[in-house]
């Protein structure tokens, strides 16, 4: 049996420590003006020269579940099954089953070592003096935060990713350690643009609304419909005398 690997602090230090870790949670890097870094086809990534990527490895990945599924539209007929007329892909989702221990030294590579192989930063979980509750509330702050995740897994990278659900199970076997479950989902995005209805402004403001002329009506269209003609005064309550006649016009 190999004695075990301790680290300069003395705790345990696993010979895969030595290794690149084969699950992983990056943070995605931002660029100076604030943006997410993006691909060519418009995508969030992880910039290869980019050291501000933020990597943390759980102590354990105990299950890993994998999810993709393909949506179908069904529109009903009056016989037989239901026609599709197209098909989506639905969100990723991807669930990590992990450990943490708070007797083993942390999986990270520091900051200057990131720097100086241009690999991103491994960071330990940090928080609280125990590294399982440090872990836990770092997970916390990442959803409550929606960060872009990238998950790095043997079978799959998925980029786009949101924490939906962390759920740790506490036993009095983890009274120095954590088991927890942790659920991961693909959001969607897109960049929305702002196109004006007309090349020409709007200038309903300054057009003119013309010059108003009114005619009077002249006496023989009145008299073709007897206006004036035997129409006598009425008085109107509230409103005073009121004739049909014109103004001036003989009674």
């Known amino acids: 049996m190999s ?15 030595s ?16 943006d997410v870094v993006t691909d060519a086809a418009g995508r969030y990534t992880l910039s290869t020269s980019s050291v501000g990527a933020i990597t943390y490895v759980f102590d ?10 393909l949506e ?27 450990g943490m221990s708070d007797a083993m030294a942390a999986y990270y590579t520091g900051a200057a070592n990131a720097v100086a192989t241009g690999a991103n930063i491994v960071s330990p979980f940090t928080g609280n003096p125990s590294k399982s ?19 790095t897994t043997r079978l799959r990278t998925y980029t786009n990713m949101v924490i939906t ?7 009095s076997a983890t009274i120095a350690g954590l088991r927890m479950r942790v659920e991961f989902e693909e959001i969607f995005v897109a960049t929305t643009a702002v196109v004006p209805a007309s090349a020409r402004s709007n200038t309903t ?28 005064a009425v008085n109107v309550p509230g409103a005073g005398v009121y004739s049909s006649y014109p103004s001036g016009a003989a009674q």
Do not use: C, F
Request: without cysteine; proline residues 11%.
């Open 60 to 69: 354990a990945v105990l299950d890993l579940d994998h999810q993709q599924t």
């Open 19 to 34: 290794k690149p870790a084969m699950v992983a949670v990056t943070v995605m890097p931002y660029g100076t003006g604030g």
């Open 205 to 232: 403001d300054n057009t003119g609304l013309g010059i108003v002329t009114p005619s009077p009506v002249p006496n023989s269209t009145q008299a073709q419909y007897g206006v004036g003609s035997t129409a006598p």
């Open 165 to 171: 659900s962390i759920s740790p199970r506490e036993t």
């Open 133 to 151: 509750v440090s872990a836990y509330q770092n997970m916390l702050a990442l959803q409550k935060s929606r960060q872009l995740l990238q998950i």
């Open 3 to 17: 004695s075990p690997i301790l680290s300069p602090g003395g705790a345990y230090r696993p010979p895969q420590w």
């Open 72 to 98: 179908k539209t069904q529109h009903p007929v009056q016989t037989g099954a239901n026609i599709s007329s197209h098909a989506y892909l639905m969100p990723a989702r991807v669930a990590l089953s992990v």
